[in-house]
């Protein structure tokens, strides 16, 4: 089992803003020149790292291309390339493709005495492979054969099977120029796939949003290291299906330039994994409670316990109000049952709360529970009676065992916000107190209700988890598209998935479930969170191809877990 601190910068990618990822390619170049010695200039070693990308780019094109099943069939490629190193990229390509026999047609919207050091190797060598600069017209001027391309069916573009847009790249900014904007409309008219570099021509890198026209890609290859624009609301429409091709930084590079947000993917399940003690028995797999359940979402409380269940517990024990036990039972048979005894007339609000929610007068047997246990999730289904608030208050400070803070138990604790939620409010400060590790597990709701308003720019959202996270003292994950998880030490992973058949209403006590029972098996907090989500959203890929994204439920999800986990 691997902590995310182990991993390498090529397992676990850190995410670079724009200006460190600039920053960082610039300061690459000038050590590895004074490595090279020998006259070997920045740009020199640009160059090289400029054929690595091109390389890479090639064999993304290869690979999409065979994934449209062409096969041996003859392949075209139109590729799209500005004046700057992201054309520069695009040449290195289309030299690559000249060599592999791939016919391709190079579009240019520089003229090429435009292109300067790195890129203007790259056309050198380029030319040397017999390739020659088509200047782009847009559709319906003459082009350079003097033959007019009609608005739609685009003469120009019969016959390839895939555009590569290598026009602007990263650090794009501001309105397009028109002869730029003019090539995204035709390729967009042409209802050809395409695949960008760095970033489609369009996004605004600096903005952090697409401006019109933006090219869509099929697919989009970062360099380097990835950018949150990829991942976001805002950018991942556009990008498409986000890949990176690492590059030969120096890592005393990487690591002046690190900015403790990366990207967290599903190839690294296996190696952070919880081992096994095959010779162990059932309490040496690890002791999960769930406090769960109430007499309206008696099915939140069944999700969770599944879901813990098939995560590698050994012994999970549910507590829910007795009220609903017979429910339970009759659609869970693993788990242990801690009935939580009707407290009819001690406590509560009316005789219906009090047969069905959590209430302080459960506290003394759930924290008894609780001391035989390695690990606590509360809050799914619990409701929201002024007697389960009032528990939930009262509880958290007592438990001495991990916990996943989830649901009604987070909307609890925003009732102590009492004016407006804030960073540093009511509730803030209350999660503070609590001396326990604890991951919160909100939507995007719910953490306004707690913390206050949410940036309107995703790229903003890391920054502020993170001081959450160091004032709280508590791992957050925030729910959604893509997840982020945030901890205390300032680290900050980006999960990325966006799967509409995961957003349903029972997929977050799912999701709780998982990381309590990693909890449970020894994980620290941010490990577990960051793991489960990542088991999460693959169990959701494979239920979504089995069911489909309108039918998949979040009980097909903890069907698919075993698959998620590698059986």
Excluded at 112 to 135: R, V
């Amino acid at each position: 089992m691997k902590h995310l601190d182990q991993f390498s910068y090529t397992e676990v990618m850190p995410v670079l803003s724009t200006e460190g990822m600039r920053a960082l390619d610039k300061a690459a170049k000038e050590e590895m020149a004074k490595a090279a010695g020998d006259g070997i200039s920045a740009v020199d070693a640009g160059y090289e790292l400029m054929k690595q990308a091109g390389a890479a780019l090639f064999q993304k094109v290869v690979e999409t291309l065979d994934n449209f099943g062409i096969g041996d069939a003859p392949r075209s490629v139109a590729v799209f390339v500005g004046g700057g190193n992201n054309g520069g990229d695009g040449l290195v390509l289309a030299k690559l493709l000249i060599e592999a026999g791939i016919p391709c047609t190079t579009y240019s919207l520089a003229a090429a005495n435009k292109f300067q050091n790195e890129a203007k190797m790259a056309l050198e060598d380029f030319a040397l492979a017999g390739g020659h600069l088509i200047p782009y017209s847009p559709v319906g001027t003459a082009s350079a054969s003097g033959s007019l391309s009609q608005a739609g069916t685009a003469p120009r573009f019969a016959g390839f099977d895939l555009i590569v847009d290598c026009m602007l790249g990263n650090g794009a900014h501001g309105e397009l120029r028109e002869l730029y904007a003019a090539a995204v409309r035709d390729i967009a008219a042409s209802n050809i796939p395409v695949v960008a570099a760095d970033a489609p021509t369009g996004y605004d890198s600096q903005a952090h949003g697409r401006r019109e026209p933006c090219t869509h890609a099929l697919e989009t290859l970062m360099f380097g290291f990835p950018r949150l624009d990829a991942y976001t609301r805002e950018g991942g429409p556009v990008f498409g299906n986000a890949a990176v091709a690492p590059l030969c930084y120096p890592e005393e590079n990487i690591k002046q330039f690190d900015e403790k947000v990366y990207l967290a993917e599903e190839s690294l399940i296996p190696q952070m994994l919880p081992e096994r003690d095959d010779w162990g028995d059932k309490r040496k797999q690890g002791c999960a409670m769930i406090v769960a359940g109430s007499g309206d979402m008696p099915g939140a409380a069944a999700l969770c316990t599944g879901a813990a269940l098939r995560s590698g517990a050994g012994l999970v024990t549910l507590a829910s109000p007795d009220a609903i036990m017979p429910v339970l039972q009759a659609k869970l048979s693993e788990p242990v049952f801690c009935n939580l005894q009707d407290m009819a007339g001690q406590d509560g609000d009316t005789v219906d709360d009090r047969a069905t929610a959590l209430s302080p007068a459960h506290i003394p047997q759930i924290l008894e529970k609780a001391s035989h246990n390695q690990a606590l999730a509360i809050g799914p289904g619990i409701g929201s009676a002024d007697c389960t608030r009032d528990a939930v208050i009262e509880i958290l400070p007592q438990v001495k065992c991990p916990m996943v803070i989830d649901a009604d138990a987070l909307n609890a604790i925003a009732t102590l916000n009492r004016t407006s939620a804030s960073p540093a409010s009511g509730a803030a400060s209350f999660l503070h107190s609590i001396a326990s590790a604890a991951v919160l597990t909100p939507h995007r709701r719910e953490f306004e209700r707690l913390f206050g308003t949410l940036p309107t720019n995703d790229i903003d959202i890391p920054n502020l988890l993170r001081d959450i996270a160091r004032h709280t003292k508590k791992v957050i994950l925030l729910k959604g598209a893509p997840t982020f998880v945030a901890s205390p030490d300032g680290r900050v992973f980006i999960v990325p998935a966006h799967n509409s058949g995961l957003a349903k209403g029972g997929s977050g006590d799912v999701l709780t479930g998982i990381i309590t029972a990693l909890l449970a098996q020894g994980l620290p907090a941010c490990e577990a969170a960051v793991l489960g989500a990542l088991l999460h959203q693959k169990a959701g890929r494979i239920a979504r191809t089995k069911m489909g994204a309108f039918s998949m439920l979040p009980s097909d999800v903890i069907d698919a877990l075993p698959q998620a986990f590698g059986r």
